[in-house]
């Protein structure tokens, strides 16, 4: 395509033909027609911005921002004046800084396809690494038309085949330390500090996996796994007697609210009479609504 198309007025919109030249306007690689896009859109492009900046009308249709060192502002032109919807994507995995859209002047955020984002009249806020918004002028509105969160950036999968001593009686927090993560994208667990738990980076309903394998023992009969949050008990628990031959193995699987910041571990407790070993245990979390 000859460059010097991008710098054409089109005044009519008309089918996409074969040969036509077109260009891609969204991240999922739809493409149209440019002489379908609507009079003096006479750029196309995408950019970078790791500081706070207001668009011009007609000029980007792909916003790539970077929050990685500050707070960064998208101000969008004026719904008034531009043609074509825009794409803002977040790239950054900062949990300090965000990256706020907002509306000029009297325009106004109308929420029509992203109701997670929960976006003021005027504001919204990207909060989360990978997330995008897709915002579509349409008189002194920019009505949300879709947004992506990619939520596999917050799972966490911890698993640890060593054994760990359990007292008797004693509900004990399952220890994660070094080479325990599976994957951790986003440093939610520290096989360092505080190594039972994983921490909540963004709010939503997490699905909590759990599993705990003890040794065989014949002694006594209960074995248990227990969830908590921000250190207290949760009427998540799973308790199983030890089946005759001494194995003592369970899981627990629950759908659990959580806040920034909120933090979950396992706990377990046995009643031998004396110390056992925990051979396998594994804590999964993953964001789902």
Same mark, same amino acid.
């Given at each position: ?52 900046? /207001? ?26 004046? +531009? ?12 949990? /300090? ?143 199983? +007697? +030890? ?13 659990? +609210? ?10 377990? &407790? ?16 993953? &964001?789902?609504?």
């Amino acid at each position: 395509m000859a460059s010097g198309l991008l710098n054409q007025s089109f005044s009519a919109a008309t089918p996409i033909a074969s040969g036509d030249p077109v260009i891609n306007t969204k991240p999922n690689g739809l493409v149209a027609p440019l002489n379908t896009l609507a009079n003096n859109y006479t750029a196309l492009v995408s950019s970078y911005e790791n500081s706070s900046t /207001t668009l011009t009308a007609n000029t980007e249709v792909i916003v790539y921002a970077d929050a990685s060192s500050n707070n960064v502002t998208i101000t969008l032109p004026s719904a008034a004046s +531009q043609n074509a919807e825009i794409t803002i994507k977040r790239l950054d995995t900062s949990t /300090t800084y965000t990256v706020t859209v907002q509306v000029a002047g009297a325009d106004t955020i109308e929420d029509l396809g992203a109701p997670a984002l929960s976006p003021s009249s005027t504001t919204l806020t990207l909060d989360s690494f990978d997330m995008s918004v897709t915002l579509f002028p349409y008189s002194n509105k920019w009505r949300v038309t879709s947004s992506h969160l990619n939520s596999k950036y917050y799972s966490c999968m911890l698993y640890k085949s060593t054994a760990q001593s359990i007292s008797s009686g004693s509900v004990t927090p399952v220890t994660f330390g070094s080479g325990t993560e599976i994957y951790d994208y986003l440093n939610q667990h520290s096989t360092t500090t505080n190594t039972e738990r994983i921490t909540v980076l963004k709010a939503g309903i997490y699905q909590v996996n759990a599993y705990i394998s003890f040794a065989d023992s014949t002694s006594g009969g209960t074995r248990g796994v227990l969830l908590y949050k921000n250190g207290s008990t949760t009427n998540y628990e799973v308790f199983v +007697q +030890q089946d005759g031959t001494g194995r003592g193995r369970t899981d627990l699987t629950a759908n659990i +609210q959580l806040s920034s910041g909120d933090y979950i571990d396992i706990r377990v &407790l046995q009643d031998t009479g004396g110390n056992l070993n925990l051979n396998f245990s594994a804590l999964n979390m993953m &964001l789902v609504a």
